[in-house]
């Protein structure tokens, strides 16, 4: 460890190594391979509930078997560094993964610098931005910031003289060529025990943001194209939203082409990105090769075979730019990341697409608050909510109430995934069907001058019974398309499968990790709840202290034609609401870490703006003793802002 030694540790404090403060600008750089392990040392330190840092020669061990010094880097011996960051408290072994590859060849310098800037931006804005937050509460992003260590640190493409991205088990002929480097071991141990949903590799020599097929066995002859991957419409449509985040050059084009790895780039043998995608579902020994190298003390066979649908990920191949190392002043500063332009430096634009990617891997419902009966009528009121869809493209949704006792406490989990097979079924079965809509999903709105409004759903919530209001949701249905796929199977990746196929399960080659979804997911609006349909005139004080935290933006009520709300009428019926626990969001916010300063989010700003609601609502029941609208202007925090104009030069 670098900070043991007491001089080093002296040495890091002086390094030129800070974190800043959220939102504040700074100007990014490269850093050394020993400065890249200070940097997530230090954010370590500050953020511990948020990052967590390994060796991989410490953890894998059957990667190095007999303890030998196989590198020098920087005077040290040779360590892959693998970074995960996500909340701590929140992790479960079905988390949703997705990994990022810094450079598996050592001269290509942009992706480290881009990952470590991102493990950063992450734990700086988890406290300030609401979906920064979510990013980080409800996925988990593994970042190896150099995975050519060896060549990061000697500024050599390979290690050892080997290249890692022809290292990999795909169609490989020599089973003593494959899993030669300490680079593609470290890559395969993490994949056996994680299920990563998306990936992007980062690379540099060109500019292209390419996805499968890259390997001679899927291409076409003599035309030399490549064939269509099975999950070509997911990698097209995930391919297009991420190549809107890294967005435009001076001349309007989009900064990255987007295409397939053969067509683009070029094949190769022994890619990270065939094998990452297919090593899971293609047959083995071809082209997924059984492995049997002799470097490094050997490395057993048996670690190159693999679990049915193990390894299953939706790769992306970024080939940065021209430059393998392009000059320090293109890298650009911090505040482009949320204003893209033709004038953004590099890391700004790759920084938006990882982000992207790690907004997509994991589809939900995001419910604002608050929602509250509207009306009062026989025997039925209505609810409003107002949701978006995040990490998806898009989504079919409806409000259903179901009976509490099939759904005790309201909870089923993060999207459903873990309920048992007969509660799901009886969960649709007993549902009392509200509104639906379908379209696109909203996402990340970071940097996304034209946010569309939330999605207003309403219905008639049964009185007098205890239920949970739920949203069911189905995402990205079009990713089943196909024209004509090679090979000749339906989508194979975790993130289109656990989207389409009505029940998913898969575990890793090793260790606890699993995904468990269903194409039909299930989203808690809040706590159980009992609606009463009762007259305001009669309301006491006592009533409205009672009152759960629920109001209704007028706003939205107007936006539809809901028969079961009373509008039209300037005078509205105010509905008794009796929860049975309390009114809650979607996920239990997580405790904050001390060492965090909470700007006002939106949630807070949210909060405080509905609370002065009520307690002015309340006040004029009390005083007029009438029937009152309770307003809660709940908009979302987000300024419109216009697309930066497209002047200056471009980095390059
Ligand atoms: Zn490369």
New binding site residues.
Partial sequence: MWLQAPWLSALALLLPCSFGTPNQDRIFKYRSYRETHSFFEQLQEKYPNLVELWYAQDIFPEILPRKITWGTCEGEPCKTLIVRIANKRLLTNSTPEVFFSG???GD?RLGPATVTELASFLCEEYGVDTQVRRLVDFRATWIMPMTNAFGYAAHR?EENSMDP?RDFPYLHTRPERCMQTQTARAVNELFRRHLFQFMITF???MRALTYEWGSRNHMTMPQRRSTEPPDETAFREVGQAIQAAAGKTLHRRWFYPLGRINDLVYPVEGGMEDWSYAAGWEKSPTPITVCKPNTYGGYAEERTKYRRDSISTLVYLA?MDNY?TAPDNSLGHRLEIWSPSATNGHIARNLRMCLKTIEMTRPEVVVLPPSMPSSAGDGATSLSVQIYGFGCHQMTARLVAVPSSVVPGCLVGEDGGDLEQEQFQQILQKSVKMDATEGHCRGLSLWNASTPPPRVLQGAVPTGEEVCVLIAAEFDQQWARQTRPDPLVTPRSHAARGRLEERYQVKANDGPMMIKARRTKLFAVGGPIRLEATSATTMTAKDTVDQPALAISEETTMATSDPHTSLGSSIWQQARLVPTTTFVNLHPRPEEPEDVTYAQDFFSIAAISFALSIAMGCAMLLRNRQEVAIKANVKDAQTRSELAEMVGKDPI
């Fill in positions: 450079a598996l060849h290509e493409r991205n690379h540099g020599g080939e393998k």
